[in-house]
């Protein structure tokens, strides 16, 4: 059973350019949420996707957008890229019961803004 | 605004003796309360939880002990290994009132020495 994977594992962009990550989820789940890791700093939410729409959101610019599929993989689009989105970002998936759950997170994807 | 804090960022432990991980958070609204074990170059790994209806929850070495009063949850590892040595994330939820997103500390960083 695969679990939560990511792509690409690292990558490097110019300041201003436009990137996409994908994750693809553990079977069976049917929530993907996106997650930012800066240096030193535990991950911070950025938004979840569910039904293929973005069903919560947390504090991040609209530069930030995503995409949620119908076999439930998803993409995470970062527009006009400043030095400061350099982090690593994690994908994590759930399955929506309405009741509390774990999380599964994937290896993340190192971004570097240059 | 730091809603879940983990005040030590480094923790050395003997191998065999007790490891001890500390977690506070702000928002009493939290219920249901996640310890994350991450490895360099990896996705955190889901380690065990707790609701707020318990004040605690025992899964082989580790248990999790949660104090409502004082808002803060601690992690221990009995006896602890030299393959616990990673970063540990406490993370917290308050589902619907936050919505499905974890808050996560800012991790504490374990070495155990054999």
């Known amino acids: 059973d695969a679990g939560v994977t990511q792509s690409p594992t690292h990558l490097i962009k110019t300041r201003g350019q436009q990137v996409t990550l994908r994750c693809s989820p553990k079977?069976?789940?049917?929530?993907v949420s996106w997650y930012q890791q800066a240096l030193g700093q535990g991950p911070q939410f950025i938004f979840q996707?569910?039904?293929?729409?973005?069903?919560q959101r947390g504090n991040f610019p609209d530069r930030f957008s995503g995409h949620q599929f119908p076999n439930y993989s998803s993409e995470l689009n970062v527009n006009a890229l400043l030095l400061g989105d350099s982090a690593l970002y994690l994908c994590?998936?759930?399955?929506?019961?309405?009741?509390?759950?774990?999380?599964?997170f994937g290896q993340g994807t190192r971004l570097t803004v240059v | 605004d730091q809603q879940v804090k983990q005040n030590s960022p480094s923790l050395s432990v003997q191998e065999g003796r007790i490891s001890i991980l500390n977690c506070d958070y702000t928002?009493?609204?939290?219920?249901?309360f996640l310890w994350y074990k991450k490895y360099p170059a990896e996705g955190p790994t889901f380690l065990i939880s707790i609701s707020s209806i318990k004040d605690k929850n025992e899964d082989g070495r580790f248990t999790v002990f949660l104090n409502k009063s004082a808002k803060h949850l601690s992690l221990h590892i009995v006896p602890s290994q030299p393959g616990d040595s990673a970063v540990y994330f406490c993370?917290?939820?308050?589902?619907?009132?936050?919505?499905?997103?974890?808050?996560f500390g800012t991790g504490t960083s374990l070495t155990v020495i054999p």
């Open positions: 993370a917290a939820s308050a589902y619907p009132n936050t919505g499905n997103q974890f808050y």
């Open positions: 079977s069976g789940h049917d929530t």
């Open positions: 928002n009493s609204m939290f219920d249901y």
């Open positions: 996707y569910y039904e293929e729409e973005e069903r």
């Open positions: 994590a998936s759930s399955f929506s019961t309405g009741a509390r759950t774990e999380a599964f």
